[in-house]
């Protein structure tokens, strides 16, 4: 680690690129713990820290502005709406950072061609100014959805298609006026995949994914560590595409139960197991904030795993304290050490104790901090 960024520290993504690799691994392995003092436990045992390199990040939203024939492509300046605009990332991977100038490229010619947009009764035309662009380099290539608040016409169609073939890299490129729309694909050369266990697993334009194939990779080893040789019914809970529920299914003697509120993330996890004749994970759709697991959905299970947004599991762990028959073993991710705490004194509560937590460092040189966290029933 070593700062050699042309965008720090205007660029609001990187915090702590100015530090030594030792102070920085220093002061998050500090934070961390001082965030752990909440806890209601007298000693917590942490495994080693595991550290994520630059240029491993697979997934990144730009933001972009053209004004006066001048594209603007990057991400916010700290605590700012103002752009830093950026030709190169040190944390993205190198495919990323290779296509960003062709993805520049399109976004002002895109931006040079109008829309149609229609006022009250009038079709007017209008500039594209603004919007974002979310990247993700699939184990295949790049993966490309605009977030444009117009909608596409066959001039944009056609001017995409002419680029995005000339590019090898750039697999497809998909397309929504509004962020609870469902995208739809304007070009597919092949469809993305990321690599599981491994089983391919093909991804929809918008899927969450974890921030790198490195950091994935941590949180599944520290899964698979912390359960060991133990086996039987397993709640993955908050299972997004499937992370943990994939090298879970390895071993025969585990039935999972796969949840998530997302259904359209849930049919791609779906179509999945089905591809790959997956037999022993059944999945469910299900708001877990507002229906947690039931007394008797928490009996039938030996393990639970839960890896929930920032918010927290909150009212899942009240249901699983109290419940009369718990889960010998239950594994908490976490991408917010805050919530964490919250969750973890509510599992002490009903009589869990810690038994290691593993902090990993997925967003390098961020605030943030994610952990692994084991927990047992005595």
Request: glycine residues 4%.
């Amino acid at each position: 680690m070593s700062h050699n960024c042309l965008n720090f520290p205007a660029c609001g993504g990187c915090l702590y690129r100015d530090l030594s690799p030792e102070q920085y691994c220093n002061q998050k392995k500090e934070r961390f713990s001082n965030i752990l003092k909440a806890i209601n436990q007298s000693e917590i045992v942490q495994s080693d820290p595991i550290f994520i390199a630059d240029a491993t990040r697979r997934r990144a939203t730009f933001t972009f502005s053209y004004h006066k024939k001048q594209l603007k492509f990057g991400f916010n300046a700290a605590q700012s709406h103002d752009i830093v605009d950026i030709k190169k990332c040190l944390l993205l991977t190198p495919r990323l950072n290779n296509n960003l100038c062709y993805i520049r490229k399109l976004i002002t010619e895109l931006c040079q061609e109008p829309f149609t947009v229609k006022q009250g009764k009038k079709l007017l035309k209008q500039s594209l100014t603004a919007g974002d662009v979310s990247l993700c380099d699939a184990e295949n290539g790049i993966d490309i959805l605009f977030d444009i608040p117009y909608a596409p016409e066959l001039n944009h169609r056609l001017l995409i298609s002419e680029q995005i073939n000339s590019c090898s890299d750039i697999i497809r490129v998909s397309w929504r006026t509004k962020s609870s729309e469902q995208p739809e694909t304007i070009l597919e050369k092949s469809r993305p995949y990321i690599i599981n266990s491994g089983i391919n697993v093909y991804i929809s334009a918008g899927t969450f994914l974890q921030a790198s194939v490195a950091g994935e990779q941590a949180l599944i080893n520290q899964v698979m560590k912390y359960i060991g040789t133990e086996n039987g019914m397993i709640a993955d809970l908050f299972c997004g595409i499937g992370t943990f529920s994939y090298p879970l299914s390895k071993d025969k003697n585990n039935k999972i139960l796969a949840i998530d509120s997302s259904v359209e993330l849930l049919q791609g996890f779906q179509t999945s197991v089905n591809r790959n004749q997956i037999t022993n994970i059944q999945i469910k759709t299900r708001n877990l904030f507002k229906y947690p697991l039931d007394e008797q959905e928490i009996a039938n299970c030996d393990i639970m795993i839960f890896d929930p947004p920032r918010a927290g599991a909150a009212a899942q762990v009240k249901q699983v304290a109290t419940a009369s028959q718990q889960p010998p073993v239950v594994i908490a991710v976490s991408c917010n050490p805050h919530t964490f705490v919250n969750d973890a004194n509510t599992l002490i509560s009903g009589g869990y104790t810690i038994k290691d937590i593993t902090m990993v460092d997925q967003f390098v040189y961020s605030g943030h901090t994610e952990l692994v966290a084991l927990f047992k029933k005595e």
